[in-house]
Nanobody
Framework: EVQLVESGGGLVQAGGSLRLSCATS????????IGWFRQAPGKEREGISC????????HYVDSVKGRFTISSDNAKNTVYLQMNMLKPEDTGVYYC?????????????????WGQGTQVTVSS
């Protein structure tokens, strides 16, 4: 059974930091790509970062470049999203997803497994 479990969300003041974790099981992690997505209230879900686990290549959407860092611990089958200098517009539900083909993109149609999400709220 494939599982992706996000953790680490919470309430933080603007300028603060959070680290999200995505613990996975049930698929070939080393050959996969993991993406982080978020959905703000009243908005569509957007891809914000991804990592390909076979080579560590990363990608970020412009709005988080320089503030967020995605990383992968292949021994633990876990991906992290370090979020610094958080802004109120970063508020939303954050999801991790797995693309078992390992393509590596922030477009959600590539991803076949999804977590349940974790809430991030940034107060001004």
């Amino acid at each position: 059974e494939v599982q992706l479990v996000e953790s680490g969300g919470g309430l933080v003041q603007a300028g603060g930091s959070l680290r999200l974790s995505c613990a996975t099981s049930g698929f070939d992690f080393d050959e996969s790509a993991i993406g982080w997505f978020r959905q703000a209230p009243g908005k569509e879900r957007e891809g914000i970062s991804c990592i390909t686990n076979n080579d560590g290549h990363t990608h970020y959407v412009d709005s988080v470049k320089g503030r967020f860092t995605i990383s992968s611990d292949n021994a633990k089958n876990t991906v992290y999203l370090q979020m610094n200098m958080l802004k109120p517009e970063d508020t939303g539900v954050y999801y991790c997803a797995a693309d078992s083909s390992g393509w590596g993109t922030i477009h959600d149609y590539r991803y076949n497994y999804w977590g349940q999400g974790t809430q991030v709220t940034v107060s001004s």
